[in-house]
């Protein structure tokens, strides 16, 4: 099977003429994208019809029985189609997690090309681009590229990720970028579910519903036991609630803080003799006032001496601000 990309831009191509947003304006004028445009073995042009054409033109099986799946923004997945793709051409700004769970039902595995197209200036650059792509194991190639059927090289993803951020800084939705296109992810939530506070449950909810809806979830402040129990990747979100609540659960507020430490202690053990890629969030406390109270200056304390000691033991560390994550 032979793939011809003429374009790999969205319905307007990138940039978009006209446009004063600061994507289209930075994109060089050499990397312009055309709209989407693909043509199988010089006769089947997207959207496919006629013999082999599955899901109302979405996917062919080639001649040669390779197939290809082609996702545009706001499609999903025919159910009429092969048990596998050798070649999944997507939108993958519009919902990432839309790869994940084409692996997850094995319609994509890693002998399958992964393709990003419909781009444009909904990411703000070329360089982001690429830098989730290379997160989710996909490849933008440029317009006139012919592709063949062999797998997309994924690259190795660090075993312990920690992103630090101050409040609304973008590290949550970092943390969900990150895992986006993975099959298998659980999610584990530190916090309530904040049904006595109502705002504090708007937040929940929303985070709930950003997360891909094939991911799990466990509620707890059993760090240790989720990580030692662990098969499959985890999201834990956040860890500056978690110690909170540690704080609560041993009445350290006032009291006795050496339970605290002990917990924090176990916590980075498991962290360090983990069996599965971890991405953790936590909040960055170093940069604001000195707490005016005793219990408050002591939990700045701890959160910031373990995020250092959670840090000296991850493959990736990064300070996210404004949405931009500076890697440390």
Known sequence: ???????????????????????????????????????????????????????????????????VLCLPPGREAPSDGPARYDVVVLDLLDRPQRLGELRRAGLADDRTAVVAAWLDHRIRSEEELARRLRLWGAVAVPDGTVLGSGGTVRETPPRRALLLGGSRSGKSAEAELRLAAEPYVTYVATGGDGAADGEWAARVRAHRERRPAHWDTAETTDLTGVIAAARTPLLIDGLGTWLAAVFDEHGAWDGDRTPVARRCAELVEAWRGTPVPLVAVSDEVGMGVVPATSAGRAFRDALGRLNERLAAESEYVALVVAGRPLEL
């Open 1 to 67: 099977m032979k793939i011809l990309l003429s374009g790999t831009g969205g319905a307007a191509g990138w940039p978009v003429d006209g446009c004063p947003c600061a994507s289209c304006a930075r994109l060089p004028q050499d990397r312009r994208r055309r709209p989407f445009e693909l043509l199988v073995d010089d006769t089947a042009r997207f959207p496919f019809t006629g013999g082999g054409a599955i899901g109302g033109g979405l996917g062919l099986v080639a001649a040669d029985g390779a197939a």
